[in-house]
């Protein structure tokens, strides 16, 4: 009888057990299920310059990239949450900002920044963390590399470089050219040596540069430089800088009598620049989009929004670059299946054929998009295509 008795408080105490573990089961199950649902978000970093010296720049590739999130705001099922910071147009502000989007508010991915510098600053902080990032317009190609977490959908400068040099030589005729640099600036200092070298090799003369002169970001007197460079008398100026300097130099040059080509760098597709130099004549620059002239069906489609969007102001390559970053986004996310950063990563790692706004991207070994250039010149007070330049 006490054998009974104990067997079976044994398989009365293993049922309450199972029991119990069932409901233990149940109460994670239902955990589990909050964790999804509380994930059901998709944090897309930014960190753009929206104060400081290349506050026109971060703004209008942040526009580009707000228009993609109202227009797509949603990928495998989720809601697409942007978190923009503003790094201030500084490096550590950049750093700053990489962090807190890292630490605090936990992306998945990020995007940015304007700026070489600005990106290079904040990039070994996302690469720690394994959080991939998408840059919009930084150029210079330390941005990615050695750093396999960092990706973009701009061409670079030693590509721009070398079709500046090409147009130079090969449309407007120059066998002299000089430079005139920021020093402060990574991006004006890369573009510049790329200019040099080509130019150098198509003209197959090593002197063919005939004054290279620096000054600092910030410096609202270019008198100095352009006496130096008059003097030279080159057949063109290669000026690559922010487009707040840049259009303060090309004004003054005008004013001092210079009257030869003077070329830049993508960062003068600013309004900023162009209401100074809107009366000028020989005005060219390289940039990665033109309202004119679609080169997709995404192209047409980013043109037609944005003027709904945007009224009154003028489509530009920021914008479409923006926009193109925040949809490759989303491109490998819905590839990777997946809102894990590093799935995120390998997924941009593959692009291929990509059809954005500004063209067809593919990313190299590098992360550094392989596509077209487009040239641009002021006339009659106004960005107005030019022509355009395949990568080899």
């Known amino acids: 009888m006490f054998k009974k008795k104990y067997f079976t408080l044994i398989a009365l105490l293993l049922v309450a057990a199972m029991a119990l573990a069932g409901c233990g089961g149940g109460g994670a199950e239902k955990k589990e299920a909050a964790k999804d649902s509380a994930s059901d978000v998709i944090k897309i970093g930014v960190f753009e310059p929206l104060t400081g010296t290349n506050a026109a720049g971060g703004e209008m590739t942040v526009e580009g990239i707000k228009l993609a999130n109202q227009l797509f705001p ?26 807190r989007l890292v630490s605090k508010d936990k992306v998945n991915v990020i995007i940015g920044s304007y700026g070489s510098s600005l990106s290079m600053a904040g990039g070994p902080i996302a690469k720690e963390a394994g959080i991939p990032v998408i840059g919009c317009s930084p150029t210079n190609p330390a941005v990615t590399l050695g750093n396999d977490y960092y990706f973009r959908v701009c061409f670079i400068d030693p590509f721009q470089g070398t079709v500046m040099a090409n147009y130079a030589v090969e449309k407007l005729g120059a066998k002299t050219a000089a430079i005139i640099q920021d020093v402060q600036q990574d991006y004006s200092v890369g573009l510049s040596n790329y200019f040099e070298k080509a ?13 290279k002169v620096n000054y600092n970001t910030g410096d609202k007197d270019f008198s100095s430089q352009l006496t130096t460079v008059k003097a030279k008398n080159p057949d063109v100026i290669f000026a690559p800088g922010n ?18 080509p003077i070329l830049g760098g993508d960062t003068w597709e600013a309004e900023e620049f162009l209401s100074r130099v809107k009366n000028t004549k020989d005005i060219y620059f390289s940039t990665h989009f033109d309202a004119d002239h679609p080169v997709t069906e995404m192209s047409t489609k980013f043109m037609e929004e944005y003027k709904k969007a945007y009224p009154g102001k003028q489509v530009n390559a920021f914008g479409a670059l923006g926009f193109d970053a925040y949809i490759l986004a989303l491109d490998a996310i819905k590839r990777a299946g997946s809102a894990d950063p590093q799935a995120i990563r390998d997924a941009l790692a593959a692009t291929k054929d990509f059809q954005g706004a500004t063209g067809i991207i593919t990313l190299d070994a590098n992360g550094d998009a392989t596509k077209t250039a487009i040239i641009k010149k002021v006339v009659d007070g106004k960005f107005a295509y030019e022509g355009k330049v395949e990568p080899k």
């Open 199 to 211: 130019f150098k090799k198509l003209t197959n003369n090593e002197n063919a540069i005939v004054a």
């Open 74 to 99: 949603e990928v495998n099922g989720k809601k697409v949450e942007l978190v923009i910071v503003d790094n201030k147009s500084e490096k550590q502000e950049a750093a700053n900002a990489v962090e």
């Open 243 to 260: 487009f707040l300097e840049c259009g303060i130099l090309v004004e003054k040059a005008r004013e001092l009598g210079i009257t030869v």
